[in-house]
């Protein structure tokens, strides 16, 4: 269906929902991940209604501002009505997502929920790797696979995840045919999901020379024939944290931290633009969103940490 920014006085918040149930329908989303967008902006649209004293799908869609969304998540807030400070951000990043999608549809002029932002202290931030440490790190690491016993995993591993940001369970799963060798000289790796509703995750993603030579190396070292990794995420991350972490001078090494690593380097140097960053990490909208709003706040703090040593 088409539309035009001036049809939007004839819609209410009620056909507007509707709208973006029916594109949630057409998007690679689970149904639980469908069911929590709708749930939340439905909240969001009985609270108006109850706040307005009307019914809420009399409410005109183009008439809802930041002010209005601003005062649900505060009521939301007060007497703890939601479960917890996450189902609040949650709640926000659904009536992000709706409002977003409306605007890019041209069912509305503008975006009321845009600049509203996130409270610091709803979500814990996560923690990452300084590039000096990432390189700490990488050496501990090589110092180990050059050892007696060649224990090569965890450099495999590390420089993988580093270098595209894949999940855990994404980095055990691949197998030696999901190494790619281009004729162009170009190295690969193919992120695959048996499950259908999982598909939007697959992708390609290309590796350093460093890192392909890491992963051949690995392949020889240990006769692969199938799986990568013949050992489990948590024996790897005991190596991370037994072997890696206390060579590198850190408390913890763990797969999320590389992830992240590898996140706040891409976000920070801006190589790549937002659809481009929720590809490489396999993201859903929300996902990224959610993503993209701890990168901000990320990068914020790093940047001030950087210019408070430089003046202290």
Known sequence: ??????????????????EFSRHL???????????????DVRIFERFLGSSQGEQAKSIELALITAEHIKAFLAHQEQGGIANSPKSIERRLTSIKVMFKWLREAGILAGNPADGIAYKPFVDPLPE??????S????????TLAAGDRLEMRPLTAIMLVLETGIKKGECLALRVNDIERRQDGRASIWIRYEKQHLHFKDRQLFVSDECLHTLESHIQRYETKDLLFDCTGRNLEYLFNRKIARAAGLDA?????????????DYREELLDGEQMQVKYGLSSIGWI?????LVRLVHHATETIN?????
């Open 1 to 18: 269906m088409c539309y035009t920014v001036g049809m939007t006085k004839f819609l209410t918040l009620q056909d507007g929902i509707a």
């Open 25 to 39: 329908a057409k998007r690679p989303l689970s149904d639980n991940t469908r069911k929590a967008f709708v749930g």
């Open 128 to 133: 990452y790797l300084s590039d000096a440490e």
């Open 135 to 142: 390189a700490e790190v990488i050496q501990a690491a090589r």
């Open 253 to 265: 090494l763990t797969f999320e931290m590389l992830r992240w690593s590898c996140a706040v380097r």
């Open 290 to 294: 959610e993503m993209e709003a701890k």
């Open 308 to 312: 408070g040593a430089e003046t202290g």
